[in-house]
């Protein structure tokens, strides 16, 4: 069985600084991982997925992640906020079927002028 | 390419009342999914179709809940009768499905958000 927990309902930055959203993953086997941005009233979008190639993954938007095995984490980064990077962010774990699609419960971003 | 096309978007009705959703996939996927997204919360899997097959639908509740996915297409989800706590959105996506492994990548709709009052 897998899962993972996001650290911090709501994260609040000031546009232009880092974001750092966190993502922690339990997984009996080696697990496929991915982040979605929704934006309010919208369905989720795919940002980035992990699957066990390299273990820096870019996605769209600037952001990027980084699996590190060790710490069983995920984190989701981006250099500079911008205003339209408010939204909520999920990170999700699957097994190797990839069929069984498994969300945290999301870290809403609020950026700050 | 279109996208999962969900309807409607929103609903409102009084409880008792039925309700059914529609989900129409991206030509091609094989698999559908329905997923619950309570306010505040992340997605929960209610269930899934390879093809016309509900594969896993464990955490459908059965005694007000159904779902089909004739002809291995569209998908209807139905709620009768509606409970206040059914007030969440419910999202449909699809995917090419178990064949494609790890990077099996879900599309998602927009949901249909449902107020039961």
């Known amino acids: 069985a897998q899962s993972v927990t996001q650290l911090g309902s709501h994260v609040s930055v000031s546009e232009g600084a880092l974001v750092l959203l966190r993502c922690n993953y339990s997984s009996s086997v080696p697990p496929y991982l991915f982040w979605y941005v929704q934006y309010p009233n919208q369905g989720l979008q795919l940002l980035l997925k992990y699957t066990s190639a390299a273990t820096l993954v870019k996605g769209i938007n600037g952001f990027e992640a980084e699996f590190k095995k060790s710490e069983t984490s995920f984190h989701l980064t981006k250099p500079s906020a911008h205003m339209s990077d408010a939204a909520e962010y999920f990170c999700a774990v699957t097994g190797y079927a990839g069929n069984m699609l498994t969300f945290g419960g999301g870290t809403r971003l609020m950026v700050k002028p | 390419e279109a996208g999962v096309v969900q309807s409607p978007r929103y609903k409102i009705i009084e409880k008792k009342q039925p309700v059914a959703f529609w989900c129409n996939p991206i030509s091609g996927h094989n698999t559908l999914y329905w997923y619950r997204q309570n306010l505040g919360q992340g997605p929960e899997l209610l269930i899934r179709y390879e093809n016309e097959e509900a594969v896993d639908d464990s955490q459908l509740p059965k005694d007000r809940f159904s779902a089909e996915r004739l002809k291995g297409v569209d998908s209807t989800l139905k709620i009768q009768p509606a409970e206040l706590g059914d007030s969440a959105v419910y999202l449909c996506?699809?995917?090419?499905?178990?064949?494609?492994?790890?990077?099996?990548?879900?599309?998602f709709g927009a949901g249909s958000r449902l107020t039961v009052l």
């Open positions: 996506a699809s995917s090419l499905g178990q064949g494609a492994g790890g990077a099996n990548v879900l599309t």
